[in-house]
């Protein structure tokens, strides 16, 4: 038996419990749920999709992780595409600009076993990414998009190889039928949609009717819906408003890991499962308590307890959105240890309920609509010049991402 057929053995034996749940498929893997946990920089590490995994099934992706570093071997990169034992799906969100380059990380992650599931990012709207042609800017230059993905799905050989993007670069100009179309030529196992173009940033509302587009046009793989999934009923109204395979929860499930039980719970639901699932709806104390798990999986992440203390610190307004914190939110958001974190902690009245509405909702980034940052004369053509060539070829050494 090979490796990848283990894999998906013990992914399914795990979780045969959700036989009708979930009809997705992405290459031999078929999650429990058609959940999948959308790579976010600096939040979607080891720790953070363990947490997420303790609360519901799913495939949980790591953090993008930039081709180029990844085959130099950065510190950096080599951290962050570690896995847990416990992870039976491993999933690793690459970036890239350049075809070359790209093949050679998804080898090293294939020879040297590091993955089940990779992931290339021609989504991310930062504009130090898209300055330079890549991210959300590259499928625009339709041949460079699509030798990508060939040259990827290639060295990935039985490990499925997917895609996730962006509807364009602004309203004016569109390529995701295109894009989607060309990745499942080129032999991508899922294609995943956000219903933003880069010029919209997190702003406005997702377009879930280009998610229903993209589905209609295309026959042989899966298409993933992404955009305002703010609760396990939204993520069952996109599956059912757009008939996508399956939907990725990027910052709704921000201070809220227990999203990911509400999503097992509501799919379950649909397939008749259950009935009548109740929401989860923590209070203060059980927050406190994943709170404080959280900072003990980081530090056994990163090695270092005051690194794991600092880094949690921006996690901290997500976690108490609505909760009656009071003067103490201000002293979470400089906590230095895990004893510090547990003095603060018994100062807060660990029986407030859950505060309903005001717990809920958008968080995380939102930002307002933004001319994209683009290499000069980029939207000419979508061929690539000599010219251009060279400025792609310098956006992964500025890319965040190991």
């Not at 399956?246 to 499962?273: K, M, N, Q």
């Not at 530090?299 to 976690?319: C, N, P, Q, V």
């Not at 003095?343 to 994209?372: C, F, S």
Request: with cysteine.
């Amino acid at each position: 038996m090979t490796k990848r057929e283990i894999v998906v053995e013990t992914a399914v034996r795990d979780e045969v419990r959700v036989s009708r749940a979930s009809t997705l498929a992405i290459g031999p893997i078929r999650p429990a749920v058609p959940v999948v946990l959308a790579p976010m920089a600096g939040i979607t590490n080891m720790a953070y999709r363990r947490l997420c995994r303790e609360q519901g099934a799913g495939v949980f992706v790591s953090e993008m992780i930039t081709s180029r570093a990844l085959v130099e071997r950065t510190p950096g990169s080599m951290l962050l595409i570690q896995s847990h034992p416990t992870e039976s799906v491993r999933s690793i969100q690459l970036y890239g600009v350049d075809p070359v380059t790209v093949r050679e990380a998804v080898k090293m992650l294939v020879a040297e076993n590091y993955a089940d599931h990779i992931d290339l990012n021609f989504g991310c709207p930062v504009p130090k990414v898209t300055r330079k042609g890549g991210g959300a800017a590259l499928p625009w230059k339709r041949t460079l998009f699509r030798n990508i993905v060939e040259e990827a799905v290639k060295a990935a050989g039985d490990i499925p190889l997917t895609v996730k993007m962006r509807k364009g670069i602004d309203a004016d100009h569109l390529t995701f039928i295109e894009a989607g179309k060309s990745a499942e030529g080129a032999g991508a196992s899922a294609i995943a949609l956000h219903g933003r173009t880069a010029s919209e940033f997190y702003s406005g509302h997702a377009d879930w009717n280009a998610i229903g587009e993209l589905k209609a046009a295309i026959s042989s793989v899966p298409v993933l819906g992404n955009g305002d999934i703010w609760s396990a009923e939204d993520a069952v109204r996109m599956v059912e408003q757009t008939d996508c395979d399956g939907v990725v929860v990027g910052r709704g499930c921000l201070g809220r890991p227990w999203l990911f039980a509400d999503l097992e719970a509501a799919f379950r639901e649909r397939a008749g499962e259950v009935t009548n699932h109740s929401h989860v709806q923590p209070t203060l104390g059980e927050v406190a308590i994943t709170l404080r798990r959280h900072l003990v999986l980081l530090t056994e992440f990163l090695g270092d307890e005051g690194h794991a203390s600092r880094d949690i610190r921006k996690h901290m307004a997500w976690y108490f959105k609505g909760y009656p914190v009071g003067e103490l939110r201000a002293q979470f958001a400089q906590v230095t240890s895990l004893a510090h974190l547990d003095d603060l902690i018994v100062q807060l009245d660990l029986d407030a309920p859950y505060p309903g509405q005001d717990a809920e909702g958008q968080r995380g980034r939102q930002g307002t609509p933004k001319k994209p940052t683009l290499p000069h004369r980029w939207l000419d053509s979508q061929e690539l010049s000599a010219a251009e060539q060279c400025v792609v070829s310098e956006a992964e050494i500025d890319a965040s991402g190991g």
